[in-house]
């Protein structure tokens, strides 16, 4: 308190000072997880806790990495004594890139420097870019091998090698093939697919068993 024509003394004790909160950043670095290139476009959330970053409540801030594949959270605080702990999740990415939902923490511990900004890790975060397939399609009659155009192929996800569907799995995707008079090839190919197994399905054309 002030009082007119006293000094007020807030210095004879530590719970009297005032004090400063000091600025620390988080940056996060985005990368393809095949080439390693920078990957702008990925949007992070950050968050206090890391059961708030699985179920994607209480966001703290929102980012998007710019084309160096770069983002810095700004703003953050921790207190003199000690440290504190952030969490990262990405929320989306680019088209043809598999999300990674893995929850990143970060460590901020309180230092005298200035502005200090603390990278997360690993560095850079990875994105593995979705993949594809093509087949082609051929039939033999007395010896005579020809491409066969128009055959329809349905692609079903399944948990690993030699697995079958289920009845009414829904496909992740649908192809044909096309020929291609440069080649005189039948051939599909699938749309891009997060990376795993799956099994290719052929609906036999009419005359064929």
Excluded: C
Aim: hydrophobic content about 35%; proline content about 5%.
């Amino acid at each position: 308190m002030v009082e007119k024509g006293k000094l007020a003394d807030y210095t004879t004790s530590a719970e009297k000072y005032v004090t400063n909160l000091k600025e620390f950043k988080i940056q996060v670095n985005k990368a393809d997880g095949k080439t390693n290139s920078p990957l702008g476009g990925v949007t992070f959330g950050l968050y206090g806790t890391e059961q708030d970053a699985r179920n994607d409540v209480n966001r703290l801030a929102l980012g998007r990495t710019n084309t160096a594949g770069s983002y810095v959270f700004t703003g953050l605080s921790v207190e003199s004594s000690g440290t504190k702990t952030y969490y990262l999740r990405e929320i989306s990415t680019v088209d043809n890139y598999q999300i990674n939902d893995t929850v990143y923490p970060v460590t901020v511990t309180y230092t005298d420097s200035d502005q200090v900004t603390v990278t997360a890790t690993p560095d850079p975060i990875t994105n593995m870019p979705y993949g594809n397939f093509a087949l082609t399609k051929t039939a033999t009659w007395d010896g005579v091998t020809v491409s066969l155009p128009g055959v329809e192929f349905k692609v079903y996800p399944v948990s690993g090698e030699n697995v079958k569907h289920n009845d009414g799995d829904a496909p992740a995707d649908t192809i044909k093939t096309v020929l291609d008079v440069a080649t005189n090839f039948a051939t599909a190919v699938s749309k891009p697919l997060p990376s795993g197994w799956y099994e290719v399905v052929e609906t036999l054309p009419d005359g064929f068993a």
